[in-house]
């Protein structure tokens, strides 16, 4: 089992920007892919991101290409989501997941999931 709570979320003004993490506990964090999907109100919860356990490939959505930069830490158990030049359609609750494979771009591909880190950015 993998437990994961997701921190860092806010409001935060257009062009702003915000860093949320995401701690794991449980099994070994270095050996999950980790990714961060995105639900906004009424609207399916979308990709945003995903890196390997080793860090060394990432995956970006169309979105956030440019503007987000997905990290790792497993020194610290922590997989962080750097957010800059945000915008008001930004606005979501930002999902934190577990892959015990390779992390793909479909929810289907993530064992575990954190509870949710509210952003909401105001025009």
């Known amino acids: 089992q993998v437990q994961l709570v997701e921190s860092g979320g806010g409001l935060v003004q257009a062009g702003g920007s915000l860093r949320l993490s995401c701690a794991a506990s449980g099994r070994p964090f270095s050996y999950n892919g980790m990714g961060w999907f995105r639900q906004a109100p009424g609207k399916e919860r979308e990709f945003v991101v995903a890196?390997?356990?080793?860090?060394?490939?990432?995956y970006y959505s169309d979105s956030a290409k440019v503007r987000f930069t997905i990290s790792r830490d497993n020194g610290k158990n922590t997989v962080y989501l750097q957010m800059n030049s945000l915008k008001p359609e930004d606005t979501a609750a930002y999902y934190c997941a577990a892959s015990r494979g390779w992390p793909g771009t479909s929810r289907n591909s993530y064992n575990y999931w954190g509870q949710g880190t509210q952003v909401t950015v105001s025009s």
């Open positions: 890196i390997t356990y080793s860090g060394g490939t990432t």
